[in-house]
């Protein structure tokens, strides 16, 4: 587990050198504060911030972060979405990446109504790839303007270029603070105008700062310098009437167990199983699990636990999902919704149960009825991946396309239809029998090679570096801190405790 650590770790390093020293130096330069800096002052002091997706992108060819920092973090007692272009990533501009990474932002923002704060300094689309970009990138615009419709603050403070798609991220935003001097924010730069019109303008008075807050008021306020904008964007946080619940800093007993020998609960073998309990015993307070039918659908552990203080009704994962196992989740997640109980989901499963005799005993039927028990429960859900999360054991453990409010990994994970050998396995036997229905002869060696390599091309996009490259999770985890991860996204999603709409479709028996 360490090994697969320090992997991770050093690709978070690649992200926090940003563009790299010439563009940082230059950045500097130009008397401008990296990203993450900004990001440092605007937050309280001392408060906590949790990053997300730091690595969206890895695997893809473009740049790994997305080239922005999104993380929630506390402005003036109030828990926020934070979002920070970096500038010196391909002058800030947004890659299909970026705006794959900034619509689970936004959703999370949603989801959880948290005050959105874009941190804006971008070249708008990177231009090459705008055909990826330019059709899902529309609803950003959309995004923040339900957020406000939806009584959630939005705010850009806005400290350099903002061209084109981006002067929408101020032009949708309710608060907006620009840069003197270094905000530029227009719907053309000068040689777009230039070719459209055959007018000549220069920036500043095209889109400067001041320009915008004299003229077209598309500023609301006018900051000397970065300095000034970050304590005007505080200042706005502080006088904003939120219904969300202040960070009560909630906690609890630790875990009677050391939460070191996380490292050691899961095999990086995928095929050695272990314990749920074990990871349930490091995570809640004081250790204490209450489970519910522990004698019946025993692979799937059901209980009521308290994390940082607070209410969790957790499903684990402790093999292959049976009839029992899809029936007690459906019916321990009902009693979780009655109670307004959030649900956490520790996914280590290969998938439902196959063969004749389950198909026979209904596994489908079953298995449908977890499923509709997790796609319209109302309480918030957290996925954790430690392990395996295949099939539609993904989708009945609440996976990323079931809403939940946030999903972590540890670097454990594996996620795919199947695994690479079943799949590889699958496709060589239907070559067989089609080779066989029209009578040819299936050359071994080459049937051999085709095996092995859809076997490789499935381990590799099964991994958790891949799977957080494509944002199917908000971040991979060191196990060590699973307990303060879950605490900080619990908290953040208490302004909005239950989703608005109740019930259940109908059930197949
Ligand atoms: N798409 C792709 N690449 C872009 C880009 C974009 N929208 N904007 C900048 N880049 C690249 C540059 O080509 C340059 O790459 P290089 O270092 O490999 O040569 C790098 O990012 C830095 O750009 P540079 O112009 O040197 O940085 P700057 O800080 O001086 O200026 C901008 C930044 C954003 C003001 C300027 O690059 C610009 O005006 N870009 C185009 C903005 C635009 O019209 N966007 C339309 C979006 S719909």
Redesign the pocket.
């Known amino acids: 587990m360490l090994a697969l650590l320090d992997e991770i770790n050093a690709e978070n390093e690649k992200v926090l050198a940003g563009g790299g020293p010439k563009y940082v130096a230059r950045h500097r330069e130009r008397g401008k504060l990296p990203a993450r800096e900004r990001v440092e002052l605007l937050v309280d002091r001392g408060a906590p911030m949790l990053e997300l997706s730091p690595l969206a992108g890895y695997g893809t060819e473009h740049p790994l972060g997305g080239g922005m920092m999104m993380a929630i973090g506390q402005v003036e007692g109030t828990e926020c979405l934070i979002m920070a272009n970096d500038?010196t990533i391909?002058?800030?501009?947004q890659s299909p990446v970026s705006v794959a990474k900034a619509l689970r932002g936004y959703e999370i923002a949603r989801i959880n109504k948290l005050p959105l704060i874009n941190l804006t300094e971008s070249?708008?689309?990177?231009?090459?790839f705008q055909s990826q970009i330019f059709v899902p990138g529309g609803a950003t615009f959309k995004e923040i303007s339900r957020l406000s419709k939806n009584g959630v603050p939005t705010l850009a403070l806005v400290f350099g270029?903002s061209?084109?798609?981006?002067a929408y991220v101020p032009g949708m935003s309710d608060y907006t603070v620009f840069v003197k001097g270094g905000a530029k924010v227009f719907l053309g730069?000068p040689p777009?105008v230039k070719m459209a019109t055959n007018e000549d303008a220069d920036e500043e008075t095209l889109g400067g700062a001041e320009m915008h807050a004299k003229q077209s008021g598309l500023a609301d306020y006018l900051a000397r310098d970065e300095f000034e904008a970050i304590a005007l964007g505080r200042q706005i946080m502080r006088h904003l009437r939120m219904s969300r619940p202040a960070p009560d800093g909630a906690t609890g007993p630790d875990p009677v167990y050391d939460l070191d020998e996380l490292l050691g609960v899961p095999s990086v073998d995928p095929r050695i199983p272990y314990d749920i309990r074990d990871v349930i015993a490091r995570t809640v307070d004081a250790s204490e699990f209450e489970e519910f039918k522990p004698l019946y659908g025993a692979n799937l552990v059901c209980g009521w636990a308290r994390l940082h203080g607070r209410d969790i009704g957790i499903l684990g994962n402790n093999g292959i999902l049976f009839s029992e196992e899809s029936q007690k989740g459906a019916q321990f997640i009902q009693l979780c919704n009655q109670q307004s109980i959030p649900l956490l989901f520790i996914h280590n499963i290969t998938g439902f149960m196959v063969g004749t005799r389950y198909e026979q005993g209904g596994i489908i039927k079953d298995g449908a009825k977890l499923i509709n028990a997790v796609s319209n429960s109302c309480v918030p859900h957290y996925s954790l991946m430690v392990g395996n999360s295949y099939g539609a054991g993904n989708y009945a453990m609440s996976g990323r396309a079931y809403d939940p409010r946030f999903v972590f990994s540890w670097p454990t994970h594996k996620i795919a239809v199947m695994g690479g050998k079943q799949l590889a396995g699958v496709l060589s036997i239907v070559r067989e029998n089609a080779a066989k229905a029209s009578g040819r002869e299936l050359d071994a060696d080459a049937e051999a090679q085709a095996r092995a390599a859809v076997e490789a091309q499935i381990d590799s996009e099964q991994t958790a570096l891949y799977a957080t490259g494509q944002i199917w999770d908000d971040g991979i985890i060191d196990p060590r801190d699973t307990r303060t991860v879950l605490g900080l996204a619990m908290s953040a999603a208490r302004g909005n405790p239950i989703d608005s709409e109740r019930g259940y479709a109908a059930y197949r028996m």
Do not use: E, K, M
């Open positions: 500038p391909r002058g800030g501009s070249g708008g689309a990177d231009l090459p270029s061209t084109a798609g981006g730069g777009l």
